[in-house]
C-alpha cells in the first residue's frame, strides 16, 4: 500500500517529502492553468463541465453562513456587510452568489487564468445589479501576489477595516503546488473575529475512486486530469496545519480555531450533500481567527 495511505502526514511533512511542491506566490502550476483555462468558454454552461460546481455552489453559501450565524460574533454583525475575499474564482459561481447577498458588503474574486476571469468579468455584466452596484470586482493576481494591507496603527499592524471578515478557498488547495504557502498567505488577509472556508479532497483510496476513477474516467461528470490524488489533503492534516502549528498573523500573536468540518458526499440526482465521514471523500472546513 502506498505510503501516503498507511501513515498520516501533516502539510509540513508533505512538502517536505516533495508531494507538496515549492512554487513561488504560492501559484497554480502551468498544466493547471492550461486545463482549466480550457474550460472557460463553458464555465457558466449548469450542464457542462463545470456542472458540480454549479451543483455545490447552494452548499458552500449555506457553509458559509450557517457557520457564521451559529458562532454569533458580534463583530461580524456589521451594518455595511462582510467584506469577502474569494480565492480561486473560477468564472465567478460563488463570487457572483456572494455579491448578489444583502449581507455583503464587498467581494474580490482572485484566479490566476486570464480567459477564465474574463469569462467571470463578461458574465458579471451580464446582471446591472452587479455592474453597478460596486460590490464585485476581480483580479488577475495569486493571492501571495494580492496585496496585504497596509499598516495604519503605530503597531505596524494592518487595521482591522482593511483586512477581510471572509477568506473563502473552495476546491482549490488540492490544485495548487504548495497549499501551505496559500493558507499562509490567507490568514494574513482575515482580521481578528474573521473566517476562512474551504474545501478539498481526502487523499483516500476511496476518493481516488470517486474522484478520479468514477468521476473522471468512468461517468466522466468532470473533465479527465482535473483531480491529481497526490495533492489531496486529508481532513486532518488541514486541521493539524491550524492548531497544532499555533498559526498566528504576523503582528498579532493570534491564533486560529478549526470549529467546523463537514463530509459530504455527490447523490446522483438530488447533488452534492452534506452526510458521510468528513476523514474519506470531500469536505468542508471552517477556521476562525481569535479575536
Not at 95 to 109: H, M
Not at 126 to 142: H, I, R, S, T, W
Not at 187 to 203: D, H, K, L, Q
Request: hydrophobic share 40%.
Amino acid at each position: 500500500m502506498p505510503k501516503l495511505l498507511s501513515q498520516t502526514l501533516r502539510l509540513t511533512q508533505l512538502y517536505k517529502s516533495g508531494v507538496i511542491r515549492h512554487h513561488s506566490h504560492a501559484a497554480f502550476s502551468p498544466s493547471e492553468l492550461t486545463h482549466f483555462g480550457a474550460l472557460a468558454s463553458t464555465w457558466w454552461d449548469a450542464d457542462g463541465p463545470s456542472r458540480l460546481l454549479h451543483q455545490m455552489n447552494p452548499l458552500r453559501l449555506s457553509f458559509i453562513f450557517d457557520t457564521i450565524d451559529q458562532y454569533q460574533i458580534p463583530g461580524l454583525t456589521r451594518t455595511t456587510g462582510l467584506k469577502m475575499l474569494d480565492v480561486g474564482c473560477g468564472g465567478g459561481i460563488l463570487t457572483e452568489s456572494l455579491a448578489r447577498l444583502p449581507r455583503t458588503r464587498s467581494v474580490i474574486g482572485l484566479d490566476m487564468s486570464d480567459g477564465v476571469l474574463e469569462v467571470a468579468k463578461q458574465h458579471m455584466k451580464q446582471d446591472p445589479g452587479l455592474v453597478f452596484g460596486n460590490k464585485l470586482q476581480y483580479e488577475l493576481c495569486a493571492l501571495g501576489d494580492f496585496p496585504v494591507p497596509e499598516s495604519k496603527s503605530f503597531k505596524g499592524e494592518a487595521t482591522e477595516e482593511q483586512r477581510f471578515d471572509v477568506v473563502t478557498m473552495f476546491e482549490v488547495l488540492e490544485h495548487v503546488p504548495n497549499p501551505a504557502a496559500v493558507l499562509q498567505a490567507a490568514t494574513e488577509r482575515v482580521r481578528p473575529g474573521g473566517w476562512i472556508f474551504a474545501s478539498t479532497v481526502n487523499r483516500t483510496v476511496a476518493a481516488y475512486l470517486t474522484t478520479i476513477f468514477i468521476g473522471e474516467k468512468v461517468l466522466r461528470l468532470v473533465p479527465e486530469g482535473t483531480h491529481s490524488w497526490s495533492k489531496y489533503i486529508n481532513e486532518n492534516e488541514l486541521r493539524e496545519w491550524f492548531i497544532d502549528n499555533k498559526l498566528s498573523v504576523p503582528g498579532t500573536g493570534e491564533n486560529w480555531d478549526v470549529v467546523r468540518s463537514e463530509g459530504c458526499v455527490y447523490v446522483p440526482f438530488k447533488g452534492w450533500q452534506f452526510g458521510g465521514p468528513r476523514n474519506l471523500g470531500n469536505y468542508f472546513l471552517a477556521a476562525r481567527r481569535r479575536e
